[in-house]
């Protein structure tokens, strides 16, 4: 595959997309304004803000959209519409009583309708940005081992997550609008990272280039706005802190900078159909010493044609109210109907679930 090509199959995903565009459906677990957990199982009536926006986002935008059936019958996958990140702040949950909900919820629903004992829940999924949403499922092994996880905390790595089953979905801190100088921005520095100290990855990287004059290593938070260095920086560093997954990369391309993966065994998300040598670089934890030479070995036709892509990526890393076609929200569905399962059973309903 060229390299230089965004998606690894341009021809297949854009008539594999109109197909499921058309065809697509999703049931979700019907719940009244009236529910005691309604915060935690309805849409919000607000603009996501914050590290976990696309959770929410994601919720607010399938609920109102076309793909939504209230027939079980026609639904190629059922949504379980908990919020992981509401969950954590409500305090009659809270951390600690996380997995005994949803435990409660998934018994609840394989009592109350036929669609999860049909398959085990394969047909069933999930979204959570935080990363405790990792175990969410520690007390419902059948959900955890069948159900799709749609997570921004995507480690291959990590025990729970299952690449190709489950889903990565990009961390995104929405932004407003563009940056009014992203094409015409003179990138002179070599490249930028601003964030905690929280994980040896990080270390590593400030043991190295904290006193750089080409490599911008700054450890903590900025006085300023890090997006005036974004804009002015060729390469944006996406560092493994806590987590494989941090805003930074979404950053990154929302700057039209070109990201810098230092994050082993992340799954990038949207790998299934986005070519990401084609406008980011991936680099062992193992090269951070030589983390410049490695940078400044790139080309300048190589660094133009990948910044390039990275301003033609940057469609698939938004959020919009409403969804647009290729944003966040319609390259996360893309990759659920990549997951719907080939063969249904169909069974007859009554009314009353419906």
């Known amino acids: 595959m060229n390299n230089t090509e965004i998606y690894h199959d341009n021809d297949i995903f854009l008539e594999d997309y109109k197909k499921m565009n058309k065809s697509f459906k999703i049931f979700v677990?019907?719940?009244k304004p009236d529910d005691p957990f309604a915060n935690v199982l309805l849409p919000v009536n607000f603009d996501p803000k914050g590290h976990y926006a696309s959770e929410l986002y994601f919720k607010k935008a399938l609920v109102n959209s076309h793909f939504i059936t209230k027939d079980p019958n026609g639904a190629d996958l059922f949504y379980m519409p908990f919020s992981i990140a509401d969950m954590r702040h409500d305090p009659r949950i809270g951390p600690e009583g996380l997995q005994d909900f949803i435990k409660d919820y998934i018994?609840?629903?394989?009592?109350?309708y036929p669609y999860w004992n049909r398959t085990g829940g394969a047909d069933h999924f999930y979204v959570?940005?935080?990363s405790i949403g990792r175990i969410a499922m520690d007390k419902a092994v059948e959900a955890k081992e069948n159900s799709i996880q749609v997570v921004c905390s995507s480690s291959y790595f990590v025990t729970g997550y299952f690449p190709h089953k489950d889903v990565s979905m990009p961390q995104i801190w929405p932004k407003e609008q563009d940056p009014k100088k992203l094409v015409s921005s003179k990138r002179n520095q070599l490249a930028f990272?601003?964030?905690?100290?929280?994980?040896?990855?990080?270390?590593?990287?400030?043991?190295?280039?904290?006193?750089?004059?080409?490599?911008?290593?700054?450890?903590?938070?900025?006085?300023?706005?890090d997006g005036e260095e974004q804009l002015r920086s060729k390469f944006c560093l996406h560092v493994k802190g806590f987590e494989v997954n941090t805003a930074r990369?979404?950053?990154?391309l929302h700057y039209g900078c070109v990201p810098v993966i230092l994050a082993n065994h992340y799954d990038l998300p949207f790998a299934d159909i986005l070519n990401w040598k084609s406008f980011s670089v991936v680099v062992h934890y193992m090269d951070i010493p030589v983390l410049k030479k490695i940078l400044q070995g790139i080309s300048l036709?190589?660094?133009?044609?990948?910044?390039?892509?990275?301003?033609k990526v940057r469609q698939h890393f938004k959020w919009n109210v409403p969804p647009v076609d290729y944003d966040a929200f319609y390259m996360a569905m893309?990759?659920?109907?990549?997951?719907?399962?080939a063969v249904r059973v169909r069974l007859s309903a009554s009314p009353e679930y419906i």
Not at 201 to 212: G, P, Q, S, T, Y
Not at 249 to 252: G, H
Not at 301 to 311: A, I, P
């Open 29 to 31: 677990y019907p719940h």
């Open 107 to 112: 018994f609840n629903i394989s009592h109350k």
């Open 128 to 130: 959570a940005c935080h």
């Open 193 to 225: 990272f601003a964030g905690q100290v929280n994980s040896p990855v990080r270390a590593a990287l400030l043991k190295h280039w904290i006193n750089d004059t080409e490599i911008f290593a700054h450890f903590g938070r900025l006085e300023t706005d």
């Open 249 to 252: 990369v979404t950053d990154a």
């Open 301 to 311: 036709e190589e660094y133009s044609w990948l910044q390039s892509n990275v301003l």
């Open 334 to 341: 893309y990759e659920l109907w990549l997951r719907r399962s």
